[in-house]
């Protein structure tokens, strides 16, 4: 089994590297580089705009995770789970693409939550998210989204009846393996809600970004926000991806090529890159500076709290 996972990963690395060199050719081929340095030059004060706001979708993501926190530990701070969340985010940058839960599992546990719900909420993050995403593209691509693509129409409905149903076995699988974490479906409803939020606020600031470089209405939002969600989701289930690099730029140019030209694809999706690179590094900052200015404090204070009252895991 141990095997089975290294070539996986070793996959994911090949997959990665290689999605890399193509938006690397693509925008080399069509003049992609000016067209950044266009963008950047004429739109430089949007730009900034557009990076604070990722910025700000991110936090809605760090409210899922103390929600998910909230409901599996009974009580959780949020000052302390949004700011643990901050400061794990660039971790999904380092090979393997889970270290950012890895560094939450340990920082949330430092503070003495209880293993149960940290674990629980731990497994669960990811999986809310992947249901997030297929749930956004069934609805707002429509039924007919995969015929955009020339992909089967099945998949609308097949791809968000497995996660779901998945997700309703996973919910009472841990309930009973992990009893301190009592939790049902509908006390998941507000951290879905809130990654869903996350995943359309990222599509619609694409959709911002590719006007700059297309300069027409031509692709209905639908779509834009379809290929945004779709290219998110191969990122994030492609093993071993850092971010998803490499693989969502490619994703996001060739569900993007019907409606735009190649060119303008591939370079709203590498400028999309920076500015989400950039939107991370502006959130791992805030939680630097929490953690200077007081997160150790939040972190010791929860431990004494939860030691002096002698706190149960399990929602109230």
């Not at 998210?129 to 099945?154: K, R, V």
Request: with cysteine; aromatic share 10%; hydrophobic share 60%.
């Amino acid at each position: 089994m141990k095997s089975i996972k290294v070539w996986i990963l070793r996959a994911g690395y090949l997959v990665t590297v290689l999605t890399v060199i193509w938006v690397v050719y693509s925008l080399t081929r069509h003049d992609g580089l000016a067209r950044l340095q266009t963008v950047g030059s004429e739109h430089a004060g949007l730009l900034g705009l557009l990076l604070v706001a990722y910025a700000g979708v991110s936090l809605l993501q760090a409210l899922a995770w103390w929600q998910l926190m909230l409901k599996t530990a009974g009580r959780a701070p949020i000052g302390l789970s949004t700011g643990i969340f901050a400061l794990t985010q660039l971790g999904k940058y380092l090979p393997g693409n889970v270290m950012h839960f890895v560094f939450r599992f340990a920082l949330t546990r430092a503070s003495g939550a209880p293993r149960p719900a940290v674990l629980a909420a731990s497994g669960l993050e990811p999986w809310i998210l992947l249901c997030a995403a297929l749930a956004l593209l069934a609805i707002l691509g429509g039924t007919d989204w995969p015929a955009h693509f020339d992909w089967p129409g099945w998949l609308a409905w097949l791809l968000p009846a497995v996660a779901v149903l998945a997700l309703g076995f996973v919910v009472p699988w841990l309930r009973a393996r992990l009893p301190g974490a009592g939790m049902n479906l509908l006390a998941l409803v507000p951290s879905f809600l809130l990654q869903a939020g996350f995943l359309l606020g990222s599509a619609l600031l694409f959709g911002v970004l590719l006007a700059l470089f297309d300069g027409t209405d031509a692709v209905p939002l639908a779509i834009v926000v379809a290929a945004s969600v779709l290219a998110w989701l191969a990122g994030f289930v492609t093993p071993g991806s850092p971010g998803g690099l490499g693989v969502r730029e490619v994703v996001l140019s060739l569900a993007l090529a019907g409606w735009v030209e190649p060119a303008v694809a591939v370079s709203a999706a590498a400028a999309f890159r920076v500015l989400t690179i950039a939107g991370d590094l502006l959130v791992f900052a805030g939680g630097g500076l929490w953690w200077l200015a007081r997160g150790r404090g939040d972190l010791l204070s929860y431990r004494r709290f939860l030691a002096e009252t002698g706190e149960p895991a399990g929602p109230r």
